[in-house]
């Protein structure tokens, strides 16, 4: 069934510095792929998503773009914050598709000053 | 709007005892699920229902029953509480089947002694 593989963290960066989570998925057909963020205290909400292959999807300076060559979904920032500090998930629909979606186990991400 | 809310925030149980996690939206929304966040393991989906008065099992549902007999709650029951299901649980609601963006409660942490 679909699954999705997720970068280790936790990932400990400087303020500005760049930033690249890593996710790769196996999936039948081309489905939607998600990344969800979780600030501390709080439940998942969703960062930015794409629904076809070689789109690309953009929030709050984050892209990410979905690549069926590599079966890839990798987070990007440019400059990162100190508010940026959450936890990310990969994610995409569990076979069969629809609403049902299966989750990376997350990436931790600290910015310090 | 109230979003999704969740009842209650911290809940401590013994083996064997029995409870109603409270999930509502305020958003009309059709769709609605609960998943579970395990350290290491991400969201795994629980139950989840396409509409009033239709439910079904998600990847983990041992344990757990549901029912949607309004478009607005959906209630997860653990009939018998046992140490396995310590963890943190998060409804969520969308639109439609989807794929959409999902919105998620604020969670309830649970810990079975």
């Known amino acids: 069934g679909n699954s999705v593989t997720q970068m280790e963290g936790p990932v400990t960066l400087s303020e500005e510095a760049f930033l690249t989570i890593n996710c790769t998925y196996t999936?039948?057909?081309?489905?939607?792929l998600f990344w969800y963020v979780q600030y501390p205290g709080e439940g998942l909400q969703l960062l930015l998503k794409?629904?076809?292959?070689?789109d690309k999807g953009s929030n709050k300076g984050f892209e990410a773009t979905y690549r069926k060559e590599t079966t890839s979904f990798h987070l990007e920032k440019g400059s990162v914050q100190v508010s940026d500090s959450a936890v990310y998930f990969c994610?995409?629909?569990?076979?069969?598709?629809?609403?049902?979606?299966?989750f990376g186990t997350g990436t931790q991400l600290k910015v310090e000053l | 709007n109230a979003g999704v809310t969740q009842t209650p925030k911290f809940q401590v149980l013994k083996t064997g005892q029995s409870m109603t996690l409270q999930c509502a939206q305020d958003m009309n929304h059709e769709y609605m699920s609960w998943y579970r966040q395990d350290p290491g393991m991400g969201l795994r989906l629980i139950h989840y229902?396409?509409?009033?008065?239709?439910?079904d099992q998600g990847e983990v549902p041992n344990g757990y029953n549901v029912s949607r007999s309004t478009t607005e709650d959906f209630p997860l029951r653990l009939l018998s509480a046992a140490p396995s299901q310590t963890s943190v649980y998060f409804c969520a609601s969308s639109y439609g089947v989807g794929p959409y963006e999902q919105y998620f409660g604020p969670g309830t942490r649970l810990t079975v002694t």
């Open positions: 999936a039948t057909g081309y489905p939607s």
């Open positions: 994610a995409l629909p569990l076979t069969g598709g629809g609403n049902k979606l299966t």
């Open positions: 794409a629904t076809k292959a070689d």
């Open positions: 229902s396409v509409g009033a008065g239709i439910t």
